[in-house]
């Protein structure tokens, strides 16, 4: 059997009982409304901002681990006549600014949850002492 009349028949079979479904949620009565909200749990920002923290301090620590011996050898293998010198230098100089961009990615991440998380808070403060308020105004009218 040729490649073409092989490669022919699998396809048709691997496209002869395809079929599609969906997974999702039955539609609700009333015109599907849902009673889904936007919220915020602290635990889980305070979680997720602590482990781009300690990422960002492994991957600081890490990625830098070959730095010095990776610039060495470039310089060492193109003081000798190697034209791998100006690869390896191109590869050392590739790595720190990618590493860089995932550093500041994850101080980024863990900076932005922090400030979420403390900003979530004092808007809770904000909104509770605001009703609380609102209900003395009540009463002294």
């Known amino acids: 059997m040729s490649f073409d009349t092989e490669w022919s028949s699998v396809r048709s079979e691997s496209t002869a009982n395809v079929s599609m479904r969906l997974n999702q949620l039955p539609v609700e009565p009333g015109g599907g409304s849902s009673t889904a909200d936007l919220s915020a749990n602290q635990d889980k920002l305070g979680?997720?901002?602590n482990a781009a923290f300690l990422l960002?301090?492994?991957?600081?620590?890490a990625g830098k681990k070959a730095n010095a011996s990776?610039?060495?050898?470039?310089?060492?293998?193109?003081a000798n006549g190697f034209r791998t010198g100006a690869a390896m230098a191109t590869v050392h100089e590739t790595w720190g600014s990618q590493?860089?961009?995932?550093?500041?990615?994850?101080?980024?991440?863990?900076?932005h949850l922090d400030y979420s998380a403390a900003s979530h808070a004092q808007d809770?403060?904000?909104i509770a002492a605001s009703l609380?308020?609102?209900?003395i105004n009540e009463y002294l009218k």
Not at 56 to 61: S, V
Not at 70 to 78: D, L
Not at 100 to 110: F, G, H, P, R, V
């Open 70 to 78: 990776t610039s060495e050898a470039a310089t060492m293998m193109t």
């Open 132 to 135: 609380s308020t609102s209900k």
């Open 56 to 61: 960002h301090g492994r991957l600081n620590t």
């Open 124 to 126: 809770e403060k904000d």
């Open 99 to 111: 590493l860089q961009t995932l550093l500041d990615a994850c101080a980024n991440i863990s900076n």
């Open 47 to 49: 979680a997720i901002g």
